[in-house]
């Protein structure tokens, strides 16, 4: 028999309309003028809740069934999240992605979960009628905006206040095992993977995130992920969403998080580093200081430990930042606070430790493996890591136990071990003495020279501590098991290059782990992931320094 949550997560923002009905729930920034801050309109959780149970009927009616597959392709707002909510209320599975991902990734994404629904802005319904054989299986379509030439419903049409009753379809107990969203993957450092996450994985995600963030239904969160807007609402607590273009978060002006902040008193801060930073730097520039703040929770990418450190400079005294470690298979898995990075930890990172990124939360196990791209059927067929550096895996009740797609992802990306099932990050790493977890890079993008393996969060950290140096990327060119270290350079806006490059030599000289490395390559701006505009796309950057190298780019940027 298979194992229930119990009343249905996400009725827990129907509890929070019927106790607090006139709280807000979504404040959301309205178009401003150029150079001008922005105006918020918002809804409460009365609200919320009743629009959502009203599209859960609607969508019902329209032919939106339990189990059917729907494709959400909707910008962050309140539309997003009253869809969702009323998906999961009629039983559906909506399905998520970046579009920034680019349009033929994501055509061949989409139509691999072979959608049955399809409820988007107008933009994306073009795309799905210009692409019809993508989209073959779609029989109801829903235009969030105005309908063109498509046909179906708009989802004004629906309206958002109920006439008579609505009975949700899971209202009663949910089976923890079976799929609830599908959440694609980034694709920043492979293709993209659909993760079907079920109840028990997203209930799992519910109460772990309010265990680590302490979030309470009597405050504000601003987040720039929208999982994230998902889990903050099903605790209570009302979300900001300032102006933001989600494929690019790491253009938010850091004047509009401050106004946000200021204009909702924010207690917790969700963001990605490239928000993170020019936040940092703008309130540093400007003398502004943020005590409303008592909680900041960075991930999605290795966040400079002089960010996470420098936060508190700018925030109240009891103020908590964490740097946290998740994936969309797994939300969250640990986290770290700054008080314990600034307690030494970060000497490490500097002297190429790897970053620390905290102890598992509870309920989440972590092994090693030792490194292979091959599959591990079971716990029979893994290896210890020789050096105590090996693959990072997990499991737990919020940890997803399979790929919808592609089939392949789960025979390489999941360990069998009885009735648990362990997912492989990707991730390197390492376990120190007081069970934290340190990263060194993605096992996709390390680099092996012939006698030694190179991880690039490692090597980059040693070099990232160079006075006129922004940022590093470790990366190799060459044959695959020969491969030739290059560490590719954005220089700090007024700093002298060459001096910079001799800087770079010395330190790296005074280090075993880079004093062989001996190319480095200035690059005007690293490519970085659509979702936090902060992992750096080294394998874009590994083509480009390849071309550098062989002389058949001598570009401005040669140095």
């Given at each position: 028999?298979?194992?229930?949550?119990?009343?249905?997560?996400?009725?827990?923002?129907?509890?929070?309309?019927?106790r607090r009905?006139?709280?807000?729930?979504?404040?959301?920034?309205e178009?401003?003028?150029?150079?001008?801050?922005?105006?918020?309109?918002?809804?409460?959780f009365?609200?919320?809740?009743?629009?959502?149970?009203?599209?859960?009927?609607?969508?019902?009616?329209?032919?939106?069934?339990?189990?059917?597959?729907?494709?959400?392709?909707?910008?962050?707002g309140?539309e997003?999240?009253?869809?969702?909510?009323?998906?999961?209320?009629?039983?559906?599975?909506?399905?998520?992605?970046?579009?920034?991902?680019?349009?033929?990734?994501?055509?061949?994404?989409?139509?691999?979960v072979?959608?049955?629904?399809?409820v988007?802005?107008?933009?994306?319904?073009?795309?799905?009628?210009?692409?019809?054989?993508?989209?073959?299986?779609?029989r109801?379509?829903?235009?969030?905006?105005?309908?063109?030439?498509?046909?179906g419903?708009?989802l004004?049409?629906?309206?958002?206040?109920?006439?008579?009753?609505?009975?949700?379809?899971?209202?009663?107990?949910?089976?923890?095992?079976?799929?609830?969203?599908?959440?694609f993957?980034?694709?920043?450092?492979?293709?993209?993977?659909a993760?079907e996450?079920?109840?028990?994985?997203?209930a799992?995600?519910?109460?772990?995130?309010q265990?680590?963030?302490?979030a309470?239904?009597?405050?504000?969160?601003?987040?720039?992920?929208?999982?994230?807007?998902?889990?903050?609402?099903?605790?209570?607590?009302?979300?900001?969403?300032?102006?933001?273009i989600?494929?690019r978060?790491?253009?938010?002006?850091?004047a509009?998080?401050?106004?946000?902040?200021?204009?909702?008193?924010?207690r917790?801060?969700?963001?990605?580093?490239?928000?993170?930073?020019?936040?940092?730097?703008?309130?540093?520039?400007?003398?502004?200081?943020?005590p409303s703040?008592?909680?900041?929770?960075?991930?999605?990418?290795?966040?400079?430990?002089t960010v996470?450190?420098?936060?508190?400079?700018?925030?109240?005294?009891?103020?908590?930042?964490?740097?946290?470690?998740?994936?969309?298979?797994?939300?969250?898995?640990?986290?770290?606070?700054?008080?314990?990075?600034?307690?030494?930890?970060?000497?490490?990172?500097?002297?190429?430790?790897?970053?620390?990124?905290?102890?598992?939360?509870?309920?989440?196990?972590?092994?090693?493996?030792?490194?292979?791209?091959?599959?591990?059927?079971?716990?029979?067929?893994?290896?210890?890591?020789?050096?105590?550096?090996?693959?990072?895996?997990?499991?737990?009740?919020?940890?997803?136990?399979?790929?919808?797609?592609?089939?392949?992802?789960?025979?390489l990306?999941?360990?069998?071990?009885?009735e648990?099932?362990?997912?492989?990050?990707?991730?390197?790493?390492?376990?120190?003495?007081?069970?934290?977890?340190?990263?060194?890079?993605?096992?996709?993008?390390?680099?092996?020279?012939?006698?030694?393996?190179?991880?690039?969060?490692?090597?980059?950290?040693?070099?990232n501590?160079v006075?006129?140096?922004?940022?590093?990327?470790?990366?190799?060119?060459?044959?695959?098991?020969?491969?030739?270290?290059?560490?590719?350079?954005?220089v700090?806006?007024?700093?002298?290059?060459?001096?910079?490059?001799?800087?770079?030599?010395?330190?790296?000289?005074?280090?075993?782990l880079?004093?062989?490395?001996?190319?480095?390559?200035?690059?005007?701006?690293?490519?970085?992931d659509?979702?936090?505009?902060?992992?750096?796309?080294?394998?874009?950057?590994?083509?480009?320094?390849?071309?550098?190298?062989?002389?058949?780019?001598?570009?401005?940027?040669?140095?």
């Amino acid at each position: 028999m298979s194992a229930s949550v119990g009343t249905a997560w996400f009725d827990a923002v129907g509890d929070h309309a019927r106790r607090r009905p006139d709280a807000p729930a979504v404040s959301y920034a309205e178009p401003a003028a150029r150079g001008a801050l922005p105006e918020y309109t918002g809804i409460s959780f009365a609200e919320l809740s009743e629009w959502s149970d009203v599209l859960a009927r609607k969508f019902a009616e329209s032919g939106i069934g339990r189990g059917d597959r729907t494709i959400v392709l909707i910008n962050p707002g309140p539309e997003l999240y009253a869809v969702l909510f009323g998906l999961f209320k009629a039983g559906a599975i909506p399905v998520v992605i970046d579009p920034g991902m680019g349009l033929r990734p994501m055509l061949r994404c989409l139509s691999a979960v072979d959608p049955q629904a399809f409820v988007g802005i107008p933009q994306a319904h073009a795309v799905r009628v210009l692409f019809r054989r993508a989209f073959r299986g779609v029989r109801v379509p829903v235009t969030v905006g105005r309908r063109w030439f498509w046909g179906g419903r708009t989802l004004a049409e629906f309206g958002r206040v109920r006439n008579g009753s609505v009975q949700s379809e899971l209202t009663t107990p949910v089976d923890a095992s079976a799929p609830a969203m599908i959440a694609f993957t980034t694709g920043s450092t492979g293709p993209a993977k659909a993760v079907e996450l079920t109840h028990g994985n997203l209930a799992a995600m519910l109460e772990r995130t309010q265990a680590l963030t302490g979030a309470t239904d009597r405050e504000a969160a601003l987040v720039t992920l929208p999982v994230f807007g998902v889990l903050y609402l099903l605790i209570g607590t009302g979300i900001v969403l300032p102006p933001l273009i989600p494929s690019r978060v790491g253009s938010t002006d850091p004047a509009h998080v401050v106004d946000a902040v200021t204009r909702f008193d924010v207690r917790t801060l969700f963001a990605s580093p490239a928000v993170l930073a020019p936040l940092l730097a703008h309130c540093r520039e400007h003398e502004v200081r943020l005590p409303s703040i008592r909680a900041v929770f960075s991930g999605g990418a290795p966040v400079p430990d002089t960010v996470i450190t420098g936060l508190r400079g700018i925030l109240s005294e009891d103020a908590d930042v964490h740097a946290g470690y998740g994936a969309t298979e797994s939300i969250p898995m640990s986290s770290i606070e700054s008080r314990e990075l600034a307690s030494g930890l970060s000497d490490g990172t500097r002297r190429g430790a790897g970053t620390c990124i905290g102890r598992p939360v509870e309920g989440i196990d972590v092994r090693l493996v030792a490194i292979t791209d091959d599959p591990i059927g079971g716990w029979d067929d893994a290896a210890e890591p020789a050096d105590g550096v090996g693959e990072i895996v997990v499991t737990g009740p919020n940890v997803s136990v399979r790929y919808h797609w592609p089939d392949a992802a789960n025979l390489l990306g999941k360990i069998v071990d009885g009735e648990r099932v362990w997912h492989r990050t990707g991730d390197i790493g390492w376990i120190d003495d007081e069970g934290r977890i340190w990263f060194c890079g993605r096992k996709s993008q390390r680099i092996v020279t012939g006698d030694r393996t190179l991880h690039t969060v490692q090597v980059e950290q040693i070099f990232n501590t160079v006075d006129g140096v922004a940022r590093t990327a470790l990366v190799g060119v060459g044959a695959r098991t020969q491969q030739r270290p290059v560490v590719c350079v954005e220089v700090e806006s007024g700093a002298d290059i060459e001096a910079v490059l001799a800087r770079l030599r010395t330190h790296g000289a005074d280090f075993d782990l880079t004093n062989t490395i001996d190319t480095f390559l200035v690059h005007p701006g690293f490519p970085v992931d659509i979702r936090h505009n902060a992992k750096i796309g080294r394998e874009s950057l590994s083509v480009w320094a390849d071309r550098r190298l062989d002389g058949s780019r001598l570009g401005r940027w040669r140095r």
